[in-house]
């Protein structure tokens, strides 16, 4: 039944895309086609309610940026899952759904927070975790997980302790439970347990 | 006829009223019972707090149950959670905000170190923006950590030189 859809899907919008999914039918769409294609899907296919929007990062290729509609349907109660590739420039752009679903204001706040993503006609897109003024979106790829060094967000909190947001010490880190094994032997560790905070990392020379 | 008491003007009769002490024992005294902390409960460690403000571990045996929940009516903050760099400018201007003399608890691993997140927006230890008295380990720490952290506070708030600050300043 699930293919049926797509399958209709597909040839009713010669401009999607079938994407590969283990699960809920999944297309691509173009950006400039994206509000219409969404539109059409929650007035006329019944998917109501957007349960997530999120964003991914290709890193190498281009465009680098993908958005990513989690969409339900509550009377039918199944899911539509609709890709759509940012514009490939600096700072990435794709339109707003907020006109279509209020609920993906703070989504996209957040996509746009941690990717840079500008949603254009989202009514106040301002970060929602980092605060005000932080300079980089921490979850691109290219930015390291232990963070980078800037400023303090209160001036005179920075000022009266002297201190910095710093890089977390990773210390052969990122820590994470093994896969598999015995329960008593799955403390998370280190992946690279050679280096630590008095061992200096091995630099492979 | 006269004799030494009469001589100096001591009245005999107050013996057995009167207590002879150091004044920083008695201060310090009384500083140690009345310890009224500040929850800055700010994830899953604020639930073990609040577990040892419960009936079952019952944090008023000891002397400091009147958890206040305004910085000014309190002296002890007890930072219970990840400090995110977001939070730490909140944490510091509440700990500015409590009247002296006070004392910081870092409860569990993230208030202390940082703790499992090892990431960009956590600070890696609440001691780095408020001095810290007590560190308690644990992730979750249990309510008994708790209060012998707290228990730990008042043996240390015990050993202060409570007049040489008050008289000094």
Redesign the interface.
Known sequence: MQDEFLKGLLESFEYLEERPSKDWPSVKCLSTRLLEFLKQMRDERGFDMLSDLTAVDWQEETPRFTVVYHLYSTQKHNYLRVASDCSDEEPPSIPSVTSLWEGADWHEREAYDMFGIIFTGHPDLKRI???EGYPYH?LRKD??????EVE???AD?AE??G?K???????G???HAPQGGRMSASE?RGSDESWNEKLEKPTGE | MSDANTLYNYDSKVEGDLIVSRFDAVVNWVRQHSVWPMPMGLACCAIELMAAGGSRFDISRFGMEVMRFSPRQSDCMIVAGTVTYKMAEVVRRIHDQMAAPKWVIAMGACASTGGMYRSYSVLQGVDRIVPVDVYISGCPPRPEALLDGLMKLQQKIGREKSAKKLFSA
């Open positions: 975790l980092m605060w921490p930015f390291p997980l232990a963070g980078k303090l967000p209160a909190v009266a302790t201190e947001v710093r890089p977390a010490p990773m210390a880190g990122p820590f998370p």
